[in-house]
């Protein structure tokens, strides 16, 4: 079972993620509205797959979450999200961030 943690403060966008990726096989989707939730679920484990908003209560909020996640669960992909076109932030999330594994490969159980 493939479990995806949303972190994300829009409460729109995270319905929306929920409702595609568990009509696409993912069995159990968990969300944070800011990076201190995300780190009360994360101590559980078992995340194949964290979609991350580059910003939430601040604007660099996701982006300063990447080094903690990249030490502690360097294993799980990270696929960052924005709603702004903030093409600088999305080029530094890109750098930052392994966005090499599709989220459907992870649904799929073919990565983890």
């Known amino acids: 079972m493939a479990q995806i943690l949303i972190c994300d403060d829009d409460l729109t966008f995270q319905l929306a993620c929920r409702q595609t990726l568990?009509?696409?096989g993912a069995h159990a989707c968990q969300w944070a509205k800011n990076t201190e939730e995300a780190r009360v679920l994360?101590?559980?484990g078992g995340?194949?797959?964290i979609m991350l908003d580059i910003?939430?209560?601040?604007?660099?909020?996701?982006l300063?979450?990447?080094p903690w996640l990249?030490?502690?669960?360097p294993g799980v992909p990270v696929l960052m999200c924005?709603?702004?076109s903030d093409f600088d932030a999305v080029r530094e999330?890109?750098?930052?961030?392994?966005?090499?594994?599709p989220a459907l490969r992870v649904v799929d159980g073919k990565s983890a």
């Open 22 to 24: 568990t009509k696409n």
């Open 55 to 62: 910003e939430m209560r601040t604007p660099r909020e996701g």
């Open 82 to 84: 924005s709603g702004r």
């Open 42 to 44: 994360l101590r559980k």
């Open 64 to 66: 300063e979450f990447l």
């Open 70 to 73: 990249r030490e502690h669960h």
């Open 93 to 101: 999330a890109m750098r930052e961030a392994d966005l090499t594994v």
């Open 47 to 49: 995340f194949a797959l």
